[in-house]
């Protein structure tokens, strides 16, 4: 294949790199989310499990003594674990106390347009919304986060993130029971993000435009840095999140001892991955299992990510190494059930010679040759239909491309098998310099010309510097004649 250099190619003269590491002395206790399972509201007959969420400015210390300015959900950083059952109906109350405006997106969850929080979806300050839908999907590890047209970097930066579990309805059905599954016992959220914190401890961001975005010097866990979590039981469950803007990490354990990896963005593998090692671009999840000996400590790291044909001399390629949280176990431990052997049935992605196939290059920070315009449709989609994608990054840095609405399942990269870590339920996948990675997947079953979904790279500087497309999933769209653009904004 031809290889294309973007003008945007890293340029290490441009400016220093943020890349000065401020010692972190590790005992902070590891913060656990609240975990917030919302209120059954039988007001309107079937009952709807309703959250609220107030997005709202703070002041949180990174650094002992130092503020700096942030956002929260319900709080000053971070927001609560919200939680829900497949087969249930939900409601979430957002209450704009910020000032200004915001949405609220639900990342990996299979909804209506109309209730994903895109960029069409602003709550003015002081404004409420209230969208609402019927879960339906595997039990996975979602999340929720600000999505404005050219400012999700700042809001997602200075704290606006949280998870949403979504579980199966009778968990001992499904042959992950005995996944651990005490929320911050030992079912650990775990939100992992780099921080480019000034000497005064405040968030910064990096306006340089340099090949991957903002790169932090600081590791947080959970809004913490240098953070331990007190191991109690035999194996712990880490529910891992990249909510970094720009950020690749590989994690895996100081002494490279190995663990299991059980569910990917959109819910359970096939069985667990045994690993020593797993890398996520920003916004993947990956839960994992790890087991600890009674009395020993062991700290969860990044190493350097591999990042494939990024120069290794690349500042700006982010591959360093960092140390997120340490793991001490208790002199006992409560013994875990041993890892089931198989953990789930993957629906077979649909067939791709029925599929309608479209192709999209990502270079520099267009998508198609286009950058994102909410006025403009890039394609229409039928509802439920089968789609084969073929996504090429023609750049010497990385990307990454998400889908809003659907889970998906990466066929192969430049024709070889994906990594068993990336071949199951996925709704981000990294794009490596110079890779073609091929998909499938089902749109959404829910038909609405009004309202797009988007699609686009989650490096949150490329996202607000328009590297994004909409579509729109509607009746009488014929599956094969979808492609360019044209129609009407929603
Ligand atoms: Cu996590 Cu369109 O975003
Ligand atoms: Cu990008």
């Known amino acids: 294949a031809a290889v294309v250099l973007a003008p945007l190619a890293p340029s290490l003269a441009a400016c220093a790199a943020p890349e000065d590491v401020p010692k972190v002395e590790f005992g902070a206790k590891l913060p656990i989310p609240p975990l917030d399972a919302g209120t059954l509201d039988s007001a309107g007959g079937s009952p709807v499990r309703t959250f609220h969420l107030a997005p709202q400015a703070g002041t949180h210390e990174f650094v002992a003594g130092k503020a700096a300015d942030t956002m929260g959900y319900n709080g000053a ?7 829900a059952s497949r087969g249930e109906k939900v409601r979430v109350v957002v209450e704009n106390r910020l000032t200004e405006e915001t949405t609220v997106h639900f990342h990996g969850v299979q909804l209506p347009a109309a209730a994903d929080g895109g960029p069409h979806a602003m709550i003015a300050a002081g404004a409420t919304a209230s969208p609402e839908w019927m879960f339906d999907q595997p039990a996975a590890t979602l999340w929720y986060h600000p999505h404005p047209h050219g400012n999700t970097e700042k809001q997602v930066g200075l704290g606006l993130a949280g998870m949403f579990l979504v579980d199966e309805p009778a968990p001992a059905a499904w042959g992950a029971a005995a996944l651990p599954h005490e929320y911050g016992v030992d079912d650990i959220p775990l939100i992992v993000q780099d921080r480019r914190l000034d000497p005064s401890g405040k968030i910064t961001f990096d306006p340089s435009g340099n090949s991957i975005g ?20 035999q194996r712990v469950r880490l529910r891992i999140l ?28 096939a069985a667990p991955l045994e690993l020593d090692a797993v890398q996520l671009s920003p916004a993947e999840r990956a839960e994992i299992i790890v087991e600890m000996a009674p009395g020993e400590s062991v700290m969860l790291k990044s190493f350097a990510p591999d990042l494939g044909r990024v120069n290794p001399a690349d500042a700006f390629g982010g591959g360093r190494e960092f140390d997120v949280v340490r793991l001490d176990a208790g002199a006992t431990l409560t013994p875990s059930a041993a ?15 029925v599929a309608t196939s479209r192709s999209f290059t990502f270079s520099g920070r267009q998508i198609n040759g286009k950058t994102m315009d909410m ?23 990385q990307h990454n491309l998400h889908i809003h609405g659907v889970q998906f399942r990466l066929l192969d990269i430049d024709g070889a098998a994906p990594p068993p870590e990336r071949a199951g339920w996925k709704d981000t996948i990294p794009l490596m310099p110079r890779e073609r990675n091929r998909l499938a997947f089902r749109m959404p079953k829910y038909a609405d010309a009004q309202h797009p979904y988007m699609f686009h790279c989650h490096l949150l500087t490329h996202e607000d510097q328009g590297m994004m497309g909409q579509f729109v999933v509607a009746d009488g769209s014929a599956p094969a004649a979808a492609a360019g653009a044209g129609g009407s904004a929603g």
């Open 77 to 83: 950083y971070l927001g609560p674990t919200l939680r």
């Open 375 to 397: 006025n403009r449709i890039d394609f229409t989609a039928a509802p439920g239909g089968a789609e084969v994608w073929y996504v090429d990054n023609v750049n010497a840095f």
């Open 242 to 269: 990249n909510a970094s803007a720009g950020r690749w990490f590989r994690f895996g354990f100081a002494d490279h001892r190995r663990f299991h990896m059980v569910a990917s963005d959109g819910g359970l593998l």
């Open 214 to 233: 903002t790169l932090g010097n600081s590791i947080a866990a959970n809004g913490v840095l240098g953070a331990v979590l007190p191991v109690t039981t």
């Open 339 to 353: 890892l089931p052997a198989a953990l789930a049935e993957l629906a077979a992605p649909p067939d791709t010679r």
